[in-house]
């Protein structure tokens, strides 16, 4: 604590000049709490720093700083300007705040950048689906399975807004889920969740993954290349990752409680056949529907046969302006697939009791 700050002590990240002569380190915290960046120096690191003399910026350098102080404290309140600090940062990763705070990857415009901009990522297809779980079945779910978790803008604000009290995610790309992970710590939730760094599917072993630039939600499981390549599938990246069956887990099961949450890009039907032991206890599911990736892994029919089974009766479609549960049957789901179309940017979500 014995750390002597002399008067004219200058900031260089800020170019705020202290006063408060011979003070020590822990009386300084409160002048050094720079609302610049809005995050407290580090001492240790900084000391050196703060005491260095005044002439080493030059006037040069103090207007380009107080004008880089200007620009940030526009992002506040300027949405071009926010979302400029995104798109061009030249660093890997960002940190989002909203309700929740999340890493995020820079140029993420799927993910990341709704994140960044708005503190949410497809966040209230989940309320919709709970809701009407609660107001039209009365039924209260207390766990959520998270299945294509991303870096958790699903399952981190169910737990922290308390929507439910656990929670198991399941994300299979390397990176993402390492943010998965930091991102559940940061929030104060990783006692609560489960995370585990696996694809589903219906067997043991590992796929390729396809990657795609500036789309972290359109990582999906490689499948046919057709002359129709919307989404630039022919040069994407690839990662091969582990795939179980959902049944795997099967042990950690809630079967009373559980709503299972899908976002997998085309694959949901080679999960759900994995998963013949966990959906014999019907619970409520919720799967994105879109034909576009249903066609590249031949998935359509398998998903349809499965979830007209006999498991589910009912099935709302999310994206409509009033939700309501509709009788579910073959011919209802073709209907609605020839509805929503083969093209890329056509889909919605389906919750199924």
């Not at 998963?275 to 359509?300: C, G, H, N």
Request: charged share 25%; hydrophobic share 40%; aromatic share 12%.
């Amino acid at each position: 604590m014995g750390h002597k700050v002399p008067i004219g002590a200058t900031c260089l990240r800020c170019s705020r000049v202290y006063l408060p002569s011979g003070a020590t380190a822990a009386e300084f915290a409160a002048f050094l709490n720079c609302s610049f960046l809005g995050d407290a120096h580090d001492f240790d690191r900084d000391m050196q720093i703060f005491t260095m003399e005044v002439v080493m910026l030059t006037e040069e350098d103090k207007a380009d700083r107080f004008n880089l102080r200007t620009l940030f404290e526009k992002r506040q309140s300027n949405e071009a300007t926010k979302a400029g600090f995104f798109y061009f940062e030249d660093q890997k990763f960002m940190i989002a705040q909203g309700k929740e705070t999340y890493v995020v990857v820079t140029g993420d415009m799927a993910v990341g950048y709704p994140l960044f901009m708005q503190g949410e990522s497809d966040f209230s297809k989940f309320v919709d689906a709970f809701s009407l779980l609660r107001d039209a079945k009365g039924r209260n779910c207390d766990v959520l399975w998270d299945i294509g978790a991303n870096i958790g803008s699903i399952c981190i604000p169910a737990l922290t807004r308390n929507f439910v009290k656990k929670a198991v995610a399941f994300e299979p790309e390397n990176q993402l889920f390492k943010l998965l992970r930091v991102n559940t710590i940061l929030n104060g939730v990783d006692g609560r969740i489960q995370c585990h760094n696996t694809a589903l599917g219906n067997f043991r072993g590992s796929v390729e993954l396809t990657m795609s630039h500036g789309n972290t939600g359109d990582y999906r499981i490689a499948g046919r290349l057709l002359e129709d390549d919307a989404m630039g599938e022919s040069s994407r990246q690839k990662q091969s990752v582990e795939i179980r069956p959902l049944d795997d887990f099967k042990e950690s099961f809630d079967e009373n409680s559980t709503l299972i949450f899908m976002d997998v890009q085309g694959y949901e039907g080679l999960i759900l056949s994995g998963s013949t032991q966990i959906l014999s206890k019907s619970p409520p599911l919720v799967a994105e529907f879109w034909p576009y990736a249903m066609k590249r892994l031949e998935t359509y029919k398998v998903f349809r046969d499965i979830v007209c089974s006999g498991i589910y009766s009912e099935f709302a479609v999310l994206s409509e302006t009033e939700n309501r549960f509709l009788p579910l049957n073959a011919q209802a789901l073709d209907g609605l697939y020839e509805k929503v179309g083969e093209h890329h940017d056509s889909f919605t979500d389906l919750l199924f009791v």
